[in-house]
């Protein structure tokens, strides 16, 4: 699993050299034992380390929703905004019974780890009104291709200061990386 950690640490390493408000916001994160109590014993190890890298985002006063995102509309989420989250998904196919999510956006979409017991976690967009979609094998994949979208300007900084998103490009570094 060093490879996700690399993973985080290079999607750290790029906003903190855009300039991102986030990455000085970002919440340290917890132990594997502190997630496994949450979320069970049979949490699979990249669930535990993506919490290990950020338990969610300090809200300051002033702050708004573009400032707090990792990539374009989205936000790391603590263990425990996760957890309250859950609720208001219940009966998602795709989501199952073991999942929590990772990322969310102002409006209720979401990255979400979903996982079987004993395998590890792949993960689903969640789209409010829209059916949920397995979009990568893995946590490390997600992080990577976000690294990518970086790398290829798919993800960028706009000239209002905003974070936002190339679909064409973000589309190709997707097909790429996850090859679908």
Do not use: K
């Amino acid at each position: 699993m060093r490879a996700l950690d690399a993973e985080f640490e290079g999607l750290r390493d790029r906003l903190e050299a855009m300039g991102r408000p986030v990455v000085a916001w970002m919440l340290p994160g917890v132990d594997a034992d502190h997630v496994a109590s949450v979320l069970g014993a049979a949490v699979p190890d990249s669930v535990a380390q993506w919490f290990r890298w950020c338990n969610g985002v300090a809200v300051v006063p002033g702050q708004i929703q573009d400032q707090v995102n990792v990539i374009p509309g989205y936000s790391p989420l603590s263990l425990e905004e996760g957890l309250r989250m859950r609720d208001a998904y219940t009966g998602d196919d795709v989501l199952g019974d073991h999942w929590v999510p990772l990322l969310g956006s102002g409006g209720g979409d979401l990255y979400a780890a979903v996982w079987a017991p004993g395998e590890e976690a792949v993960v689903a967009g969640v789209l409010v009104g829209e059916p949920t979609e397995t979009e990568f094998s893995s946590i490390e994949q997600m992080v990577t291709t976000f690294n990518v979208c970086y790398d290829r300007g798919a993800f960028f900084v706009d000239d209002q200061g905003r974070l936002a998103m190339s679909p064409d490009l973000y589309d190709g570094v997707y097909d790429q990386v996850v090859g679908q």
